[in-house]
């Protein structure tokens, strides 16, 4: 990974938001575009204006940076992601993160549309990522081994913050919003899974599959930050069996859920307010 790449596009975020101090970032998936309100809409950034970022190929992803704020935080918020198989490198997915982690973010939040591998996981569910499997067949820590991803050899353990996991689910309780737990497999796409690489991802302990996320999580955990994911589940695996499957689908399934993500997302990050920044009576 150019490391060069990845300050340049601080270095310009820089100059566009220049006194923000934001404590968290949210990166939207497929589908969850809407779920964070733009507070100035001045201060909004296309992807193509960071040096090394590029626009999204994918539709669903509008490729928007803006800062929101919730429960008296502020909130970097990337309207859509690079993938691996768009066939840029790593920069284009790590400058996200890097850039989070020079403005001082301690809490990163990844979101994704993502297939149910769980027969027990349905359309529309949300899912809470307690670990993940890299079925990626590469990793963005690959290469140099800069000061800001940590040592070689990063540590995996707790890669979702087990802290921030218990503060969805009290979020979650609190909203009335049903949430499952489970493994993400990232693949790397671009293709969808035979019914074979359906049933081989769960044989190894995938509950649900999806093209992203993982990347994000594995820099953002090197790099020292809390980091949280949710999936919204919009097959499953059996899909196969009724038809043909599109991105399309994706999209309209995990739109059909951002009321409840929306809410989910302000009760958790109230959660997370009181108890990872102990900030006493926000709104
Ligand atoms: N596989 C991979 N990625 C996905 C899927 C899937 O079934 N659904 C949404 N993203």
Redesign the pocket.
Known sequence: MNIDILEKAFQKTKTVFPVAKPSCTIILGSGWGNVMDVVNSRQTLNYHDIPGLGMPTVEGHSGRLFISESAGLQILVFQGRRHWFEGSGWEPIAIPVYISQKFGVSMLILTN???GINKKIRPGNLMIIDDHINAMGSNPLIGNNDSIWGPRFADQTHVYDPALRKMLDQAGNKTGTPLTHGVYAA?S?PT??TPAEYNALRLIGADA???STVPEAILGNAAGMRVAGISCI??TASHTGSGAFSHKK?IDIAANAQPAIRVLLAEFLKEVVTNVFHIQNHT
């Open positions: 549309a993502a297939g693949t796409g969808y899974e599959v999806g093209m919009t097959n994706v």
